[in-house]
């Protein structure tokens, strides 16, 4: 479905993606790790032509990803997007949110997208909720309004850019329910995370990238268990003994 053929990116005199190729089937669930400023998200803005690639290619069921194409705007309909931050629009309800791109660009009737909407906030627990105000919400909620907002699309794939990172602790767990719910459904998806434990039970492959390239790729449980690469050991032994000692009650560093 997703073919990422070599991609090149810069900003500046920096460059961050370095060639980076990644094949996604439909179905699939693909997780990217690694330290912050490998390139992760990068890789994703660029799948949603949401940033400009200067070399190789990105093709998403066969048609090519270009930023400044006139279909631009109806291929993100078929690949949504989840961000870090929620990005709600503060003065609509949780309803009028997920209404909001059926409405005002597929042109769906008000009344059907109502109910598809409901519907989608059912699905990730928040039906009881969509009268409310964005800031009436807890994060965790935020973020699964942001989910539902994403799927009134129809997408055919969904891109998550480290969707826990700006979530107390508590509430990460939420989030990454609906998540594997999604996954369990056949969703497409490719996830930016660091949440190890999501990545080894929900994913079909794990892609470390290091300095703008894929530097290990495998099965989620092969990578992460049995890592063949030095930078994947060192990333995964500081990142999993970072989480064993919150688990045991050490405080979370920055």
């Not at 032509?49 to 070399?55: A, I, Q, R, S, V």
């Not at 279909?71 to 949504?80: A, D, K, N, P, S």
């Not at 794939?157 to 989030?175: K, N, R, W, Y």
């Not at 996830?191 to 492959?205: C, K, L, P, S, Y």
């Amino acid at each position: 479905m997703i073919e990422v053929k070599q991609i090149h990116k810069r900003f500046g005199e920096h460059e961050v993606l370095k060639g980076v190729s990644l094949q996604v089937a439909a179905g699939e669930v693909v997780c990217l790790i690694g330290p912050s400023g490998s390139g992760k998200s990068t890789v994703l803005r660029c799948i949603n032509g949401l940033e400009t690639y200067e070399g190789g290619e990105i093709l998403i069921e066969g048609e090519r990803v270009d930023s400044k194409s006139s279909t631009i705007h109806q291929l993100r309909t078929h690949v949504g997007m989840v961000f870090q931050r929620f990005n709600l629009f503060p003065h609509r309800t949780v309803l009028e949110n997920v209404m909001e791109g059926p409405v005002y660009v597929n042109k769906i009737a008000p009344a059907t997208a109502k109910k598809e909407a409901l519907a989608l906030l059912d699905k990730v627990g928040l039906a009881q909720r969509a009268d409310a105000y964005p800031n009436q919400l807890s994060g965790g909620q935020q973020q699964r309004v942001a989910i539902a907002r994403a799927l009134a699309m129809k997408p055919k794939a969904i891109l998550f850019d480290e969707p826990t990172s700006a979530l107390d602790p508590e509430l990460v767990g939420e989030v990454l329910a609906v998540m594997r719910n999604l996954a369990d459904d056949g969703m497409t998806m490719i996830v930016v995370t660091h949440e190890m434990g999501f990545a080894r039970d929900v994913a079909d492959r794990v892609c470390f990238l290091h300095s703008g390239t894929i530097v290990e790729e495998g099965a989620a449980k092969q990578v992460l268990s049995a890592p063949q690469h030095a930078r994947t050991k060192d990333f995964l032994r500081r990142v999993l003994g970072q989480d064993q000692g919150q688990q045991a009650g050490a405080p979370a560093s920055n």
